[in-house]
């Protein structure tokens, strides 16, 4: 099973980035409201029973997220909004999770909700970059989720919830 470790915005949050306008662009796909989460880490093909246990030993405090206050990229692929707030959970939950699933990535952890993607890198994200787009909510758990991919794009499917704080 394809899994992550990831946190979902409010719906106050989804509600603003609903309201981002997203023009129909060649070569360009924009995300869904059920895809709109922070990763805290991806553990790629493995034994969800395996997981479980590690996914289970996370532990961290509820978390304030503040989204934006603009878009911004990665490359010329990934047209997405930063987060601030989740560092503590990302490092916690790569610390409980580190035996399992593919090897946590190097990189510093950048919180972001992925807006659209380019399929081949050639669509211009510029225009769509430095728009305003921000919001805050207060991450309260963490889930487990299955992504299941397709033509359509990936469907997530949330295989356990984990309160913070507990």
Not at 98 to 110: C, I, Q, S, Y
Not at 120 to 125: C, F
Not at 132 to 143: I, R
Request: charged share 20%; glycine share 10%; hydrophobic share 40%.
């Amino acid at each position: 099973m394809r899994l992550f470790v990831a946190v979902w915005p409010s719906t106050e949050v989804l509600d603003a980035i609903a309201e981002f306008e997203r023009p129909e662009v060649k070569g360009l796909r924009w995300t869904t409201p059920d895809q709109w989460h922070v990763t805290m880490r991806f553990l790629g093909e493995c034994d969800v029973d395996e997981v479980v246990p590690a996914f289970r030993a996370i532990s961290a405090p509820a978390a304030g997220v503040t989204v934006g206050p603009t878009t911004g990229r990665f490359g010329r692929r990934i047209l997405h909004v930063p987060t601030e707030g989740l560092l503590s959970l990302a490092t916690a939950t790569v610390a409980a999770t580190a035996g399992v699933g593919e090897p946590p990535d190097p990189r510093p952890f950048a919180g972001h909700l992925t807006l659209a993607r380019s399929r081949r890198g050639d669509t211009d994200l510029r225009p769509f970059t430095g728009l305003p787009l921000a919001g805050q909510w207060t991450a309260n758990e963490v889930t487990l989720v299955a992504s299941h991919l397709g033509p359509g794009g990936a469907r997530y499917e949330i295989v356990e919830s984990l309160p913070l704080g507990h």
